[in-house]
């Protein structure tokens, strides 16, 4: 069987009608769809899936509705993409499973930001039912770590920027020009030129001021507040809260770590199943190191590596042809 190394789509990969081809299309998505629709009942308002196949876009682009969106609409792929292999949903009685058939398909696995726990899940460290409830908790966390910087006027008080052509030190230095008494730090390393810093909006903007005498191009983004920041402290202590409880497991295959760069291990003194625990909440107020991620899976997995990326979007395609145009990753939007 051919080595697979999984890639799983974060924040920003939403979109409305995002995994409906896959309920239309596959008994097994369709029954991930059903399975998170039964889980969640009315929490977010209206079942998870009309979210997903209608919007509006405004509430799907809330954090709180888009985490678990993306979460579902990649596990969803994943047990179609299973079926079209011959290798059965992993879809039973007892709800959707990781185990088995499943995991043997899945030789490494990464995920941007939210992704990584789609990851975690697609391992074995963690079934559905809890994943999803991490992840809820995690989107409304966030949202409501955003609602609560808010400047006088009711607008956001802290948000993130794009920045295009830059290197880390250059971030680090525009974050250092920028900041002033306010906070502003990188957050996403996602590929060659493409940075994203995140912080107070007042940060932000004399960022955008100042990108330009660097040489920089600088884009605001349309986000509810300043991620992987530490101004989502707040956040990343209910995550802490929720973390401790969460039945995790050992990977049975390597799982990137956003916040190290590398694989989530043992070290001295910490279990693997504590470190990624510490490590996702970490994953909240670091930044995402995704190129590094991918680089360190470059650097470990075999000639011939089947590389696919799950529903929505083809985002971490994009992302892959800056890090190395040799790697072919493989779409899986729609069936």
């Known amino acids: 069987m051919t080595v697979k190394c999984i890639l799983c789509p974060g924040q920003g990969a939403q979109v409305v009608g995002m995994g409906k081809a896959w309920f239309e299309r596959s008994a097994e998505a369709r029954a991930v769809f059903q399975q998170a629709d039964a889980l969640l009942g009315s929490r977010l308002g209206v079942p998870l899936s009309a979210l997903c196949f209608e919007g509006p876009v405004e509430r799907l682009n809330q954090t709180d509705v888009s985490q678990p969106a993306i979460f579902v609409t990649s596990i969803a792929a994943w047990h179609g993409l299973l079926a079209s292999w011959g290798a059965g949903g992993g879809v039973g009685g007892n709800g959707i499973s990781g185990g088995g058939a499943v995991e043997s398909h899945v030789a490494f696995a990464a995920g941007l930001s939210l992704g990584e726990y789609t990851a975690l899940h697609l391992a074995g460290a963690i079934d559905f039912a809890s994943a999803l409830e991490l992840v809820v908790l995690r989107g409304r966390a966030m949202q409501d770590a955003a609602d609560a910087i808010k400047l006088s006027d009711g607008t956001p008080g802290s948000g993130m920027v794009a920045l295009i052509g830059a290197d880390e030190s250059q971030a680090a230095a525009l974050c250092a020009e920028a900041r002033g008494s306010d906070v502003l730090v990188p957050a996403n390393f996602n ?130 042809r800056r890090i190395d145009k040799g790697v072919k990753v493989e779409t899986h939007d729609e069936p």
Do not use: Y
């Open 191 to 320: 590929c060659p030129g493409q940075i994203v810093i995140s912080g107070s909006i007042a940060a932000c903007r004399r960022a955008v001021d100042a990108a330009g005498s660097m040489g920089l191009r600088a884009q605001p983004l349309a986000v509810a507040g300043a991620f992987h920041s530490p101004l989502m402290a707040p956040a990343a202590e209910k995550l802490e809260a929720a973390l401790r409880t969460a039945p995790i497991r050992a990977p049975r295959c390597p799982v990137m770590s956003n916040v190290t760069g590398r694989a989530h291990e043992a070290s001295a003194g910490r279990s693997i199943e504590e470190a990624i625990r510490v490590r996702l909440v970490e994953q909240l107020t670091h930044p995402v190191r995704w190129e590094s991620n991918c680089r360190s899976l470059l650097g470990s997995v075999p000639p011939g590596t089947a590389w696919h990326e799950l529903a929505p979007g083809k985002s971490l395609m994009g992302m892959m």
